[in-house]
């Protein structure tokens, strides 16, 4: 009796893994979204998280880091081997990568709903009709964008 050993699952294994390497995910605020002003919602994002002489500073993006740190998925290893095992069952790569993209995206967007400190001045308040500090006219929450590199 003559035993054959099929090792074509670990080539595909290798392949993926191979292609996990190379794809990264980056999120965050783009050139291309610009207000009608000219200001880009990287440059409000930016003083809106580290504050200028006019608006204190209100680190929602570092919040959501801090809550990513939270998460199980942090651990790369771990997520590496998540990702390894789901590619491998299911043969997709970048779906899941786009998955990964849209959790931080939602992280993002959900520190900037939750932001109420510091608060609006009454001013703004009365403005807006609410105290929400980082939604007025809600540009910078929809331009919160992610990009997969390979």
Same mark, same amino acid.
């Given at each position: 009796?003559?035993?054959?050993?099929?090792?074509?699952?670990?080539?595909?294994?290798?392949?993926?893994?191979?292609?996990?390497?190379?794809?990264?995910?980056?999120?965050?605020?783009?050139?291309?979204?610009?207000?009608? +002003? $000219?200001?880009?919602?990287?440059?409000?994002?930016?003083?809106?998280?580290?504050? /200028?002489? !006019?608006?204190?500073? @209100?680190?929602?993006?570092?919040?959501?880091?801090?809550?990513?740190?939270?998460?199980?998925?942090?651990?790369?290893?771990?997520?590496?081997?998540?990702?390894?095992?789901?590619?491998?069952?299911?043969?997709?790569?970048?779906?899941?990568?786009?998955?990964?993209?849209?959790?931080?995206? +939602? $992280?993002?967007?959900?520190?900037?709903?939750?932001?109420?400190?510091?608060?609006? /001045?009454? !001013?703004?308040?009365? @403005?807006?009709?609410?105290?929400?500090?980082?939604?007025?006219?809600?540009?910078?929450?929809?331009?919160?964008?992610?990009?997969?590199?390979?």
């Amino acid at each position: 009796m003559k035993i054959h050993k099929d090792y074509s699952g670990l080539e595909k294994l290798k392949k993926t893994l191979q292609k996990l390497s190379k794809e990264t995910v980056e999120y965050g605020y783009y050139s291309e979204d610009v207000y009608p +002003d $000219g200001d880009t919602a990287a440059e409000i994002a930016t003083i809106n998280e580290y504050g /200028s002489a !006019e608006n204190p500073a @209100r680190p929602f993006f570092e919040q959501s880091i801090s809550a990513l740190r939270n998460n199980p998925f942090h651990d790369a290893k771990h997520a590496l081997k998540v990702e390894a095992q789901i590619a491998l069952t299911r043969g997709v790569v970048g779906s899941n990568m786009d998955a990964v993209g849209e959790a931080l995206v +939602d $992280g993002v967007v959900e520190q900037i709903v939750m932001m109420d400190d510091p608060p609006n /001045s009454d !001013e703004t308040i009365d @403005r807006k009709g609410e105290n929400n500090p980082l939604i007025d006219t809600g540009f910078m929450k929809e331009s919160t964008k992610y990009k997969r590199n390979q």
